[in-house]
């Protein structure tokens, strides 16, 4: 298969462009590498389009591997005919491959090889034919055999149509036909297992939808409910259609005493073989594609959340919110130093919670915390009030936020946390842990496995192997657009940073400890076990501030700083302004010279010259700065204050497939369906929404006892 060519189509790029990623792939660089510093390479595409060009091609090769296999194993039966070659040559899929290696793959112990053992097969085949004046019962007389087991024309004729059976159900072509059917026109059907039992899935107790139609997370609600018991799930098919096929590609009409006899071995084949295989091919195919998308939409709500703009510069005190063992306290500077904790107990009666006041007040005028970082989990509602009166009681603003405690548990009780907080109980860590969301997300959202992170639906449902796959990916490119200082980031972080392994991480912090901070990118390679290739995979992606470089803490890999250099003088910057690293006008000089004919003079791509230009014109820059500032608190509401027409400020907590969760104060979040989102019409919520977005809603309706509601934005 040329990959390039199929690739180029797949993704509507240029050949070129499809065969150099393929090489760069092949050579060893990672995706954000690729995506960053080989724009003029591919176009400038973005990581996510190569990440998925990558998982195609991978998709391709294995189909070649497998269309290898299938033709090795063929020939080596001594049955490999040009047609079946030809046939393997063309399928597009390991679906079609398998239908055509299908009869050729050994079989355990079937009604059809018990027929063949008793010598039925010429039967079978002469019935096939249909020729004029056969008489199947006639010739099914000579196969009588008392030694063999055929007692009769009737015992030999059924071992006749077994054999027929299996060859229809082994047709290739045939199965293609009916699972096109299967696609266009049947339906996911699920009823209750127990009709007198409640549970969450009364909605699908009598339910039916096209499989053209059934939205993704319809498939994966009716699999965990037959899962879990509550559902009888199947499809449902004219079966007049698929049996049309059959008896037109099997019945000549030549011998009618033929034709009744390979209906009716075409009906058992359909209804014994075929449709419990397309059954069961349909339902994986959707729950594939609802999975897939469903990885996607977690892994949107990931990159989202990981993408958080951080609230830099301020101490922090974070709450981890409990009734039995109390609210664990931590109490956080700028820099993430963890300055005090303690635990208090606003829950346990007036006495304590008195206590747990002037505590949390103490800790507050002490360090000068500006903001409180509250956990969402377990009695955090509890917690948040408790919080904001607390603030009432102060002379100075402090806000409050609550943040996602997702993986926190999992964090604190990990190596990372003990080899990072090793002074500190279990239970405190969570508290730090909280605290720094506030301050980082991404810098601490990246110690814990993206898939206890939580911003999803079904996710346990999810092939677990793909999901890690997916999530690893947005974390990777999420780490790499923003860059990590190499003297402060974590092992966990710099693990993320394109080229660098455990290895080569565990050694820069050795060398940190060692020799005091980095002064330049090139002291990188004195690090043990980074090679050239690594310092190339990585070097763009790692800042440091303290060198005497303005380029080292930007994202211009080392390999264009001969041409930042050239640049900076051919826009006529004095030394002095190199030194100072102020090129806020650069844009504008470079427009005045011209973009292309300074790309031209430099030797560069226009994008690799237009990223230079981002970066000397911000050094140092965060993207998550120039995204809109998290919605802090300072007071609470109880849903018993809500009103149907309120309209409040709310953060967008999860997209998914059919609405997205808004946290507006109180302590369930509200439901804004997807019918609600806008006023035009869309597929999906995240093509309007994202994690983290600051939203105005209207309240439509309030359930106090289901403790549900339903918010609109349209208005």
Not at 70 to 92: C, F, M, P
Not at 664 to 682: A, E, N, P, R
């Amino acid at each position: 298969m040329n990959y390039a060519s199929t690739l180029a189509q797949l993704f509507n790029t240029k050949e070129e462009y499809a065969q150099n990623i393929i090489t760069l792939l092949d050579d060893g660089n990672t995706i954000p590498f690729i995506a960053r510093y080989r724009k003029e390479m591919h176009g400038s595409m973005d990581d996510q389009l190569i990440r998925e060009f990558s998982e195609k091609l991978d998709y391709l090769r294995g189909l070649d591997k497998r269309r290898e296999e299938i033709r090795a194993l063929i020939d080596g039966q001594e049955k490999l005919t040009d047609e079946v070659s030809a046939a393997l040559d063309k399928a597009a899929t390991l679906s079609e491959l398998e239908d055509i290696y299908r009869p050729f793959r050994p079989k355990r112990k079937t009604r059809a090889s018990v027929a063949k053992e008793k010598g039925l097969e010429p039967l079978a085949l002469a019935i096939i034919r249909q020729e004029k004046g056969f008489s199947p019962e006639t010739y099914a007389r000579e196969f009588i055999s008392e030694e063999k087991g055929v007692e009769n024309t009737e015992q030999a004729l059924a071992g006749a149509m077994d054999i027929i059976a299996e060859q229809v159900s082994d047709s290739a072509e045939i199965r293609k036909f009916i699972r096109e059917i299967a696609r266009n026109h049947g339906a996911i059907r699920s009823v209750a297992a127990d009709e007198e039992q409640d549970s969450v899935y009364t909605l699908y107790y009598d339910f039916s939808e096209s499989v053209k139609k059934i939205a993704g997370h319809r498939v994966l609600a009716v699999n965990r409910g037959e899962k879990e018991g509550f559902l009888k799930v199947g499809l449902e098919l004219d079966n007049a259609r698929p049996l049309s096929v059959i008896n037109r590609l099997l019945d000549r009409g030549d011998n009618p005493l033929c034709s009744d006899l390979l209906r009716a071995a075409g009906e058992d084949a359909y209804n014994r073989l075929i449709f419990p295989s397309i059954e069961r091919e349909i339902r994986n195919e959707l729950t594939e594609t609802a999975a897939e998308n469903a990885i996607k939409v977690f892994a949107v709500n990931l990159k989202q959340l990981l993408m958080q703009p951080p609230v830099k510069g301020k101490t922090v005190l974070g709450l981890d919110p409990g009734y039995r063992t109390g609210c664990k306290v931590a109490v956080v500077s700028d820099t993430g130093k963890v300055l005090d904790t303690a635990v208090i107990y606003p829950t346990h009666g007036e006495r304590k919670a008195a206590e747990s006041k002037q505590k949390l007040l103490q800790l507050i005028r002490k360090y000068r915390v500006e903001m409180l970082s509250i956990g969402n989990g377990t009695a955090s509602k509890e917690t948040e009030m408790f919080a904001a009166d607390v603030i009432k009681e102060l002379d100075r603003p402090v806000y409050y936020m609550v943040v996602s405690e997702a993986g926190a548990s999992v964090y604190s009780a990990s190596k990372l946390a003990a080899a990072e907080l090793p002074e500190l109980d279990l239970t405190l860590r969570s508290a730090v842990s909280i605290a720094r969301r506030l301050q980082d997300p991404l810098a601490e959202l990246v110690k814990i496995e993206p898939k206890a992170i939580g911003v999803g639906q079904y996710q346990h449902d999810m092939p677990q192997k793909r999901l890690g796959e997916a999530l690893d990916g947005v974390v990777e490119d999420c780490v790499n657009s923003v860059g990590a200082d190499l003297n402060t980031a974590s092992p966990a972080l710099l693990l993320r940073v394109s080229g660098l392994n455990s290895t080569v991480c565990k050694n820069i912090v050795a060398y940190r400890e060692e020799n005091g901070a980095f002064h330049s990118r090139a002291e990188l390679k004195k690090v043990p076990k980074l090679g050239p290739k690594a310092f190339e995979q990585s070097a763009g992606f790692l800042r440091v501030p303290e060198s005497r470089n303005p380029l080292d803490n930007t994202g211009v890999h080392p390999e264009s700083y001969k041409s930042a250099k050239e640049l900076l003088e051919l826009l006529d910057y004095s030394d002095k302004e190199i030194k100072a690293a102020k090129f806020s006008d650069i844009a504008n000089r470079v427009k005045a010279k011209g973009t292309k004919t300074l790309a031209e003079q430099l030797g560069i791509g226009l994008p690799t010259l237009d990223d230079i230009v981002k970066e000397l014109a911000k050094p140092g820059r965060d993207p998550r700065d120039e995204l809109p500032v998290p919605l802090l608190r300072t007071d609470v509401m109880d849903i018993s204050d809500l009103k149907e027409g309120m309209e409040l400020k709310g953060t967008v907590r999860n997209v998914i497939d059919f609405g997205a969760f808004v946290d507006i104060g109180v302590h369930q979040d509200g439901l804004v369906h997807i019918s609600q989102i806008c006023d035009k019409f869309i597929k999906h919520p995240s093509e309007v929404l994202k994690v983290g977005d600051v939203v105005n809603v209207k309240i439509l309706s309030i359930d106090e006892k289901k403790n549900r509601i339903s918010l609109t934005m349209r208005f």
